[in-house]
Nanobody, 121 residues
Framework: QVQLVESGGGLVQPGESLRLSCAAS????????MGWYRQAPGKQRELVAS???????DYADSVKGRFTISRDNAKKMVYVQMNSLEPEDTAVYYC???????????????WGQGTQVTVSS
């Protein structure tokens, strides 16, 4: 069974930084694209940033220049460095990864449980 576990959320003031981490564990044959999504109260879940197995990255327009996504394939981890945080970044942040557990099954998407990020003065 595959699990994704996020860490690093918290309460920060506007302009400060946070780094979120996500660790994948379990029976894993291959990890393809990994990413971070967020969901603010009353809003739909949206993509924040993604990174392919070849380290091609993509960002939501609202975070470009402020957030940086990276991954460590050996550790099966994905990170997002969030700088210059704004109150509008307040949300629950979810880790997502497309994972193939064994060579016998197709890849599927997995989600973490989410970690709260609150930006407030």
């Amino acid at each position: 069974q595959v699990q994704l576990v996020e860490s690093g959320g918290g309460l920060v003031q506007p302009g400060e930084s946070l780094r979120l981490s996500c660790a994948a564990s379990g029976i894993i044959f291959r990890i393809d694209t990994m990413g971070w999504y967020r969901q603010a109260p009353g809003k739909q879940r949206e993509l924040v940033a993604s990174i392919t197995s070849g380290n091609v990255t993509d960002y939501a327009d609202s975070v470009k220049g402020r957030f940086t996504i990276s991954r460590d394939n050996a550790k099966k981890m994905v990170y997002v460095q969030m700088n210059s945080l704004e109150p509008e970044d307040t949300a629950v942040y979810y880790c997502n990864a497309v994972i193939r557990s064994t060579i016998l099954v197709p890849s599927r998407a997995y989600w973490g449980q989410g970690t709260q990020v609150t930006v407030s003065s």
